[in-house]
């Protein structure tokens, strides 16, 4: 797969929306050229938490705080509205491809309210926090994430690297 590099640029914008790209690409990664079943296998006992289980928590976050927050919209959550835990848990191979074509719907839903904002110290219509705020509140959620993912993949297949 292709992926976004690491960001050089060395304005604000470009460096966190770079920074963003890189660790949604990393985690793709991470579930490329697995089946449907090793993407919902618990790997590192006693978590349950699977490949799936991020992606679905991701696309949780891509929601929340980027299309939500910074349109100004209340479209509820994705998977967790009736049950907090639906994004990561009771998942089964059938999910797969359902879960990843929303997760590049959120992600691509974001991108285009991103893209409504030429600064990140803009406020987003809540007027509470500015724009930067839930970037960095979804980019810190892929980078943390991407580290459990990493685990998970290496004790499914042995396949390590960012």
């Given at each position: 797969?292709?992926?976004?590099?690491?960001?050089?640029?060395?304005?604000?914008?470009?460096?966190?929306?770079?920074?963003?790209?890189?660790?949604?690409?990393?985690?793709?990664?991470?579930?490329?050229?697995?089946?449907?079943?090793?993407?919902?296998t618990a790997s590192a006992p006693p978590s349950s938490l699977t490949l799936l289980g991020l992606v679905r928590h991701l696309t949780e976050i891509e929601r929340d705080?980027?299309?939500?927050?910074?349109?100004?919209?209340?479209?509820?959550?994705?998977?967790t509205d009736d049950d907090e835990d639906a994004d990561i848990e009771r998942l089964d191979a059938s999910m797969v491809g359902d879960s990843m074509a929303r997760w590049?719907?959120?992600?691509?839903?974001?991108?285009?309210?991103?893209?409504?904002?030429?600064?990140?110290?803009?406020?987003?219509?809540?007027?509470?926090?500015?724009?930067?705020?839930?970037?960095?509140?979804?980019?810190?959620?892929?980078?943390?994430?991407?580290?459990?993912?990493?685990?998970?993949?290496?004790?499914?297949?042995?396949?390590?690297?960012?």
């Amino acid at each position: 797969m292709e992926r976004s590099p690491e960001p050089e640029a060395l304005d604000e914008t470009g460096a966190v929306l770079g920074w963003l790209a890189f660790h949604r690409d990393a985690l793709a990664a991470k579930c490329e050229g697995l089946t449907a079943a090793q993407l919902v296998t618990a790997s590192a006992p006693p978590s349950s938490l699977t490949l799936l289980g991020l992606v679905r928590h991701l696309t949780e976050i891509e929601r929340d705080y980027l299309v939500n927050e910074l349109s100004g919209r209340n479209t509820g959550f994705v998977y967790t509205d009736d049950d907090e835990d639906a994004d990561i848990e009771r998942l089964d191979a059938s999910m797969v491809g359902d879960s990843m074509a929303r997760w590049g719907d959120e992600r691509a839903e974001a991108d285009a309210i991103l893209g409504r904002y030429d600064d990140l110290s803009a406020l987003g219509p809540s007027g509470k926090y500015p724009v930067r705020v839930y970037v960095l509140k979804v980019l810190q959620e892929y980078a943390r994430h991407n580290g459990h993912a990493d685990i998970i993949r290496e004790r499914i297949d042995g396949v390590r690297g960012e």
